[in-house]
T-cell receptor, first 114, second 116 residues
Framework: GDSVTQMEGPVTLSEEAFLTINCTYT??????LFWYVQYPGEGLQLLLK?????DKGSNKGFEATYRKETTSFHLEKGSVQVSDSAVYFC?????????????FGTGTQLKVEL | ETGVTQSPTHLIKTRGQQVTLRCSSQ?????VSWYQQALGQGPQFIFQ???????GRGNFPPRFSGLQFPNYSSELNVNALELDDSALYLC???????????????FGAGSRLTVL
């Protein structure tokens, strides 16, 4: 079945440091890939998405490129801020008769310190 | 536009009891999905409702059931609660069944259920 593997956290960085959170997936066909972010006490917010190979999703300084050859969708940001502290989830979806089923990774907690 | 709202935000039940969680979808959205997020884990798909019918289900037993109403709001019902049902239950709505560039999921803040 479909699965998503993320690097374990917590990841602790100083403000303005470079961020990479690794994500790899297993799925048949051509899934769409997503990064969601969850701030404390809140629901999930879509951060960025990519729907086909070599697409780059970007938002709020975050980027991720859909790499089919390595089945990866790593999240990057050039300079993190304290306000980026949250849990980040990588997810995939395949268009099937069953609709909007998202398969999530276990999440990576990011802590950014001054 | 209003987002996805869920109620209650927190509740405590004992083993064997039944619980009903409620969700109001975002304005203009006609599809509702439910996810279970155990502590420290990613959300797991429970099921999806479209046009008041279940049209996709994850690996959850039949004691997890749901409803969708004509105004697209939804309920999640769990019977015979078990300790492992303790989790954050997330509702998400979308403007269609399939995930495409336009049809993304909007999540609510969740209902945290504790089973003692």
């Amino acid at each position: 079945g479909d699965s998503v593997t993320q690097m374990e956290g917590p990841v602790t960085l100083s403000e303005e440091a470079f961020l990479t959170i690794n994500c790899t997936y297993t799925a048949t066909g051509y899934p769409s890939l997503f990064w969601y972010v969850q701030y404390p006490g809140e629901g999930l917010q879509l951060l960025l998405k990519a729907t086909k190979a070599d697409d780059k999703g970007s938002n709020k300084g975050f980027e991720a490129t859909y790499r089919k050859e390595t089945t990866s969708f790593h999240l990057e940001k050039g300079s993190v801020q304290v306000s980026d502290s949250a849990v980040y989830f990588c997810a995939l979806s395949r268009l099937t008769g069953g609709g909007n089923k998202l398969t999530f990774g276990t999440g990576t907690q990011l802590k950014v310190e001054l | 536009e209003t987002g996805v709202t869920q109620s209650p935000t927190h509740l405590i039940k004992t083993r064997g009891q039944q619980v009903t969680l409620r969700c109001s979808s975002q304005s203009g959205h006609n599809t509702v999905s439910w996810y279970q997020q155990a502590l420290g884990q990613g959300p797991q798909f429970i099921f999806q409702y479209y046009r008041e019918e279940e049209n996709g289900r994850g690996n959850f037993p039949p004691r997890f059931s749901g409803l969708q109403f004509p105004n697209y709001s939804s309920e999640l019902n769990v019977n015979a609660l078990e300790l492992d049902d303790s989790a954050l239950y997330l509702c998400a709505s979308s403007a269609g069944q399939g995930i495409s560039g336009a049809n993304v999921l909007t999540f609510g803040a969740g209902s945290r259920l504790t089973v003692l």
